[in-house]
């Protein structure tokens, strides 16, 4: 007699309501204490008064907004998505699937021609198309590079560009991420991974970019007025991200956490789509080099502290990133023995 396997049960889950750090960067003295315990104890913060101005911002938005509502088969003229490229709920290539659409573009000029790709993305004006995320790729990058710098400065390390200059690096490996989750609805996709009634407001949300921690060094978030964005600091337990367009989410990725040897934590995080708005969001992965080596600088090792990960190069943890499912967790398996 064969005997059937009980289905695994679901995880039970919460959504619980926590206040999260906000940087105000104007505020250069105090930032860089503050910056250092949002990484040590959420892995994440918003930052205001960022500089990054809006007509650098907005340009970008509507681009992907328009690029979104096309019809599927002009949006597939810029995919499919090896490593660049437009992708519908795929996500990576180990059968992860979500409801959301994206393009995925190499951030890095001297690596990836954006005005190649720009072609099958922009038939009406692929030169502005490629100007314009240009420019917001430039200056996310230097938000993320003051960012890093501010970290070696709370951290007090003797080199204040211990962790900008592999992102500055002209082999950069750095990614620009546009998304785009469209409104579930009242009755949802059937096909989606998880549904889940929305408890406040009444209709349906779904999973759209499932749980998972980002590979590279840090994230650098806006999105539209849509809410969607929760971080977990606990197994279960969902904090949600207020939307904010006129702000950044920062997050601290995998390699951060390595560099830091541990001190700073890589936030596990994921988004739902929205019952009633489509919601949009503009990501700059910053990366090292595919040949950079990922150790600590001298100051985050010490005899109470010895090192947590062994050295690794970024391609090394590509690679292994992209053979594991999205919601894995990859750093443990740099552990030093
Ligand atoms: C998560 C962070 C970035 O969006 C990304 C994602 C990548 C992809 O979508 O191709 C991955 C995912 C991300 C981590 C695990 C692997 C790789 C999908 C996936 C299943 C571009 C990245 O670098 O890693």
């Known amino acids: 007699m064969v005997v059937p396997t009980p289905a695994p049960r679901a995880r039970p889950e919460k959504i619980q309501a926590v206040e999260l750090p906000v940087i105000d960067l104007s505020r250069r003295y105090e930032a860089p204490g503050l910056i250092v315990a949002a990484c ?40 499919p998505m090896n490593p660049f490229g437009y992708g519908s709920k795929n996500i990576g290539f180990n059968g992860d699937i979500g409801e959301v659409e994206y393009l995925l573009l190499g951030a890095n000029p001297n690596l990836f021609d954006i005005s190649q790709r720009a072609k099958n993305i922009s038939d009406d004006d692929p030169a502005k198309f490629s100007y314009e995320v240009s420019e917001y790729i430039t200056a996310v990058r230097d938000l993320a590079c003051d960012i890093l710098e501010m970290m070696a400065e709370g951290l007090s390390l003797a080199n204040a560009s211990a962790f900008s200059e592999i ?30 009634r929305n408890k406040r407001r009444e209709g349906v949300s779904a999973v759209g970019f499932g749980e998972h921690s980002d ?30 367009p006129s702000a950044f989410w920062v997050n601290v990725g995998d390699t951060l956490q390595a560099m830091t040897n541990g001190r700073f934590m890589s936030v596990r995080h994921r988004a739902v789509t929205n019952p009633h708005e489509s919601r949009m969001s503009m990501v700059y992965f910053a990366a090292p080099p595919l040949h950079a080596q990922i ?29 594991l499912r999205l919601g894995d967790t990859r750093l443990n398996l740099f552990k030093t023995a």
């Open 295 to 323: 150790m600590s600088p001298p100051e985050m090792v010490t005899p109470q502290r010895p090192a947590l990960y062994r050295p690794f190069t970024w391609a090394e943890y590509k690679s292994t990133t992209y053979s």
């Open 167 to 196: 992102i500055r690096a002209v082999d950069g490996d750095s990614v620009l991420r546009l998304n785009y989750y469209p409104r579930t609805g009242c009755a949802g996709d059937p096909r989606s991974p998880v549904l889940f």
């Open 40 to 79: 040590e104890t959420h892995g994440f913060f918003k930052v205001i008064n960022h500089g990054v101005p809006q007509e650098i911002i907005a340009p970008v938005e509507e681009q992907s907004l328009r690029f979104f509502n096309k019809p599927s088969s002009e949006k597939l003229k810029a995919g």
């Open 215 to 244: 590979p590279q060094m840090l994230t650098v978030l806006r999105s539209n007025g849509v809410d969607g964005l929760q971080i977990s600091l606990e197994d279960g337990v969902w904090i949600p991200v207020p939307s904010d």
